[in-house]
């Protein structure tokens, strides 16, 4: 079992960054994958961007270029660097820690950009 905790959404001008982090309970060097998937108001939770243990990535079409997501063994925490933010990013983010057969979520953090 893993626990993931995320911080640093908030507030930001279309246009801003925000960085997102999230801390897992233990070692993440052996999860399967972190992710991070949002949920706007009235839509459905979708990916937003994955890395593999072996720290390869995929990204949603919305988040290739300006999202980068990376992750941190030592630390145990995955990070995604969001740019050039518009007001569609608006939702709240989770992290995900994925095994083969399972995934563990965090509670989410708010992202809200305003035009």
């Known amino acids: 079992q893993v626990q993931v905790v995320e911080s640093g959404g908030g507030l930001v001008q279309a246009g801003g960054s925000l960085r997102l982090s999230c801390a897992a309970s233990r070692s993440i060097s052996t999860i399967n994958a972190m992710g991070w998937y949002r949920q706007a108001p009235g839509k459905q939770r979708e990916l937003v961007a994955r890395?593999?243990?072996?720290?390869?990535?995929n990204y949603a079409d919305s988040a290739k270029g300006r999202f980068t997501i990376s992750r941190d063994n030592a630390k145990n925490t995955v990070s995604l660097q969001m740019t050039s933010l518009k007001p569609e990013d608006t939702a709240v983010y989770y992290c995900?820690?994925?095994?083969?057969?399972?995934?563990?979520w965090g509670q989410g953090t708010q992202v809200t950009v305003s035009s």
């Open positions: 890395i593999s243990r072996r720290g390869s990535t």
């Open positions: 995900t820690a994925e095994g083969l057969s399972w995934t563990y």
